[in-house]
């Protein structure tokens, strides 16, 4: 290694900072990031060096640059050592040399900087570089040079917007003492992060950042606030800590740790080091695009309804992508507000409705309407005794649609009402649709399955359905029960009844072991349009304890809600579920938590809880005749009983298993302080929120993804491999609620386990009045580009902003490209 001598004078300094002089400038910077906005003196000249493109050669170099204007750094020794050892060890092909110096001429001098792959500012704070200097900087950069910068860098040349961009965000003041704290590695992928752990534990002095520059950069790993104290100016959850871009026509990799001297000595950190000069010196590709949200294009593809017809779109309900890029979509069955909407059970056409099915080709762009089938489901809005969830809910694709046309839709047909008894009959059929035409041959339906359903008072229909890569077909159903007369908590009132059919205690349907309602079924479709039973599922639908006859076979998950949304990621088979919880705004001592809209990750069949406990198996209050309003005894989350009046399955229940995400009015992952019976305290001012990163307010999951990247695909606006394997969870709602990717973790999903790694997708899916507000299903294509479909701006009726979207990424391939790669093969 090559040291050159240090240089303290204050001549390269200029300007405003030549003015301030050494302590108002020190005092100005730990101040906060306001003067970086400022230009005190002239933008850099306009004449550039010529340097080699990309600079570097054959041997890979590496420059540590370490001047500082304000102090020097405690921590340049120790990493200037740790960055030559990097250089050093290694593979071959990941080696290189490395010079250190604190003389910023060395940015006026062409020959000499030329030799670099990659800079790396190991700075203290303060203006350490002149006009001509950093001039000579930009033009490394322009000609391909890349640049790391290390914690106090983000202090560096703080009146310059161009260095600003080049290390992407400013300190809002002072970096925190020494705290330990979690470092949430979210990308799996970049050679800074794939080898560090999930969850890094780690000490190190944390800067808050006075503009987040999450969407503008490439953040690779975040810093959990809630694991130390962050101080004035905290970022909330989205704390980045390490992140990367392409800038100006070279690389830029900033990382916020690296403040103490002891940092450098740590395998995790150095391999981080590693992984970012890797990027830096183009030993290594990698993408630094991923997550900048300009790099996405959302697009309304559908147009508005001619008048009276619904011709482009109906209620949106749901889609689904065929194998060679077609997306069908469905309409529930609410037609336009115009008009009129029967309510009255005297008439023969109360709930009447049009469920319809709509196809948009891509490469004509065009719709086309290929059926529609007439459903209950139109009674619109009101309170519980009138407005209906009933109506097309779901539709899937047979597995060898390309060949046989099959079509399965899941949804409530108005000519099986029973007007009397207010029953209805849910069915799952395959139907046939003409590929040339885009047809649905109505006449060729061959029902699977069918189950009644009360239709008295709303609500929860579910709709959901998913294949596995056995070709098992799951349907999501819902736990067909009122959303109110339980005070928005367990939804267990036994006492209200239509001609003796509850309509109140999800005990009946959701908890109950013999009821299709509230659960996720999994058959396996045959040929004939018959069914059988896979094994593994909940229930063998034969079971000896209690006199038999008490379960069904068909269950794969029981005490679910309302689960509109699932899916399963083939590449593993683990279903990913979302579903509705109840009304109540706020925990209760007495009854339980709020309500908690909910995201399972589910690699077995098992309870989930509803109406018995929510979340991480966190129970109700029983109750029951004579007086539904008087508290019963805390479930058990372990040993659950049904011992509703209203129960003709088991009264023992399977254990309940833990939930995924969790979501109320508080905040996400609400979990409290529990007693020595394991009974939370249910008390606000004790609650810890373990996913911070959401909260709910009116709230209603909406399932995503799991995003698998095919490299063989030839989708000009495929999403790139970053979201590989990240989970997409939303809400119907924009505001607070999540629209997020999450990573979880391999060794405890399914198990109890949380996320542990979130981002926004709120700006790639816009928000909004213009935007997706109302976020009703998302699918990926097989090209890689991403369908939503938006609801609209009311409800039980189409809308002018309902509309299916397409979200497309430009933002190009991993950099550098090949044949500009520093080595191709080890040397």
């Known amino acids: 290694m090559q040291r050159a001598p240090h240089h303290r004078s204050g001549s390269r300094r200029s300007g405003l900072a030549a003015a301030l002089g050494v302590g108002a400038l020190t005092a100005s910077l730990l101040g906060g990031g306001t003067v970086a906005s400022a230009k005190p003196y002239p933008e850099p000249s306009a004449t550039t060096l010529s340097l080699p493109s990309p600079p570097g050669g054959s041997n890979v170099r590496v420059l540590v640059f370490h001047a500082s204007a304000t102090e020097e750094s405690p921590t340049v020794d120790a990493g200037i050592a740790a960055i030559e050892r990097i250089g050093l060890t290694g593979p071959a092909a990941g080696r290189f040399k490395t010079e250190a110096t604190d003389d910023a001429s060395v940015f006026t001098n062409a020959t000499k900087l030329g030799r670099y792959n990659a800079v790396v500012f190991l700075t203290g704070g303060g203006d350490v570089l002149d006009p001509e200097q950093e001039s000579g900087l930009e033009s490394y950069l322009e000609a391909g040079g890349g640049f790391l910068g290390l914690h106090d860098a983000a202090r560096t040349e703080p009146y310059s917007d161009w260095f600003t961009g080049l290390i992407g965000a400013r300190p809002a003041g002072a970096a925190s003492a020494v705290r330990r704290a979690t470092v949430e590695v979210g990308d799996r992928q970049h050679p800074a992060t794939k080898s560090l752990p999930l969850q890094w534990k780690r000490p190190d002095k944390w800067f808050n950042w006075a503009v987040n520059p999450s969407g503008s950069v490439h953040t690779v790993a975040r810093v959990k606030e809630n694991s130390y104290t962050p101080g004035t100016g905290a970022n909330g959850w989205d704390h980045p800590v390490s992140w990367c871009r392409d800038y100006d026509g070279g690389r830029s990799f900033y990382t916020g740790m690296g403040g103490t001297v002891d940092s450098f000595a740590e395998t995790d950190f150095r391999n981080h080091l590693r992984g970012a000069l890797a ?17 996405y294009t959302a697009e309304r593809v559908t147009q508005a309804n001619q008048p009276g017809q619904n011709d482009q779109i109906g209620e949106p309900h749901g889609l689904v992508t065929a194998p060679d890029g077609r997306v069908l979509y469905i309409g529930r069955g609410g037609a ?34 290929a059926g529609a089938l007439t459903i209950f489901g139109n009674k619109g809005g009101g309170d519980e005794l009138i407005k209906v969830e009933e109506g097309l809910l779901g539709i899937e694709l047979d597995p060898g649609f390309m060949t046989n046309g099959w079509v399965y839709l899941h949804y409530t047909p108005h000519s099986q009402i029973d007007r009397d008894t207010r029953m209805a009959e849910r069915r799952v059929s395959r139907f046939t649709l003409d590929p040339t035409s885009n047809k649905l041959d109505l006449a060729s339906e061959k029902v699977l399955l069918k189950w009644p359903v009360q239709i008295h008072s709303c609500c929860h229909a579910g709709g959901g359905m998913a294949w596995d890569s056995e070709q098992n077909l799951y349907i999501a159903t819902g736990d067909n029960n009122s959303s109110g007369f339980s005070g928005g908590y367990s939804g267990n009132n036994p006492e209200p009844n239509y001609k003796g059919v509850s309509f109140a205690d999800a005990r009946r349907t959701a908890g109950n072991t013999n ?18 039973l896979p094994a593994g599922n909940l229930f063998t639908g034969q079971e000896p304890d209690e006199g038999g006859g008490k379960t069904r076979g068909e269950i794969y998950v029981m005490g ?8 399963i990621d083939k590449s593993t088979d683990i279903l990913y579920a979302g579903w509705v919880g109840p009304d109540a705004g706020a925990p209760s001592t007495t009854w339980g938590p709020a309500k908690y809209d909910t995201f399972s990750a589910i690699i077995k069949a098992g309870n989930h809880g509803w109406p018995y406990c929510m979340g991480n198996k966190q129970p109700y209050r029983d109750r029951n005749l004579p007086d539904p309003g008087k508290p019963l005894g805390w479930y058990n989350c372990d040993a659950p ?10 009264v023992n229940l399977p254990p309940i298993t833990s939930n995924t995400i969790w979501y109320s009015p508080q ?12 009974i939370p305290s249910y008390k606000t001012e ?5 996913m911070p990163w959401l909260k709910g307010g009116g709230q209603a999951t909406m399932n995503g993804p799991v995003y698998r990247y095919d490299a063989a695909s030839a989708g000009a606006g495929k999403w790139p491999s970053y979201w590989d394997g990240k989970w997409f969870v939303g809400d119907f709602y924009d505001g607070d609620q999540p629209r997020h990717a999450v990573l979880t973790d391999p060794r405890t999903v399914g198990k ?10 709120k700006k790639i899916i816009p928000v909004g009045a213009d935007g997706i507000r109302n976020l009703m299903d998302w699918k990926f294509a097989p090209d890689g580009s991403l369908y939503v479909l938006d609801y609209g701006r009311g409800f039980f009726t189409s809308d002018a902003k309902s509309a299916l979207w397409h979200i497309t990424y430009k933002g190009g391939e991993a950099t550098p490209s090949a044949d500009k790669l520093a080595r191709k093969a080890a040397q």
């Open 560 to 567: 679910v809600r309302n689960p509109a949304r699932i899916f």
């Open 336 to 369: 336009d507000a115009g008009k009129p909407v029967v309510t009255d059970w005297n008439n023969p056409d109360i709930g009447k409705g049009q469920g319809e099915i709509h196809v948009y080709d891509p490469r004509t762009r065009k719709v086309a309407l």
């Open 641 to 650: 009983k049904n011992e509703s009046p209203n129960n003709n399955g088991l």
């Open 686 to 690: 004790e609650q810890k929120l373990l």
């Open 515 to 532: 009821n299709l309602n509230g659960k996720i079924l999994r058959i396996h479709p045959e040929d004939d349009g018959t069914y059988t």
């Open 279 to 295: 990027w830096t010196t183009r030993i290594s590709p990698a993408d630094c695009k991923a997550t900048i949200n300009a790099n």
């Open 752 to 761: 109890g386990g949380i996320p542990v790694h979130a981002e926004s997708l």
């Open 667 to 678: 905040g996400g992952g609400v979990d409290y302080p529990r007693d020595a019976n394991g």
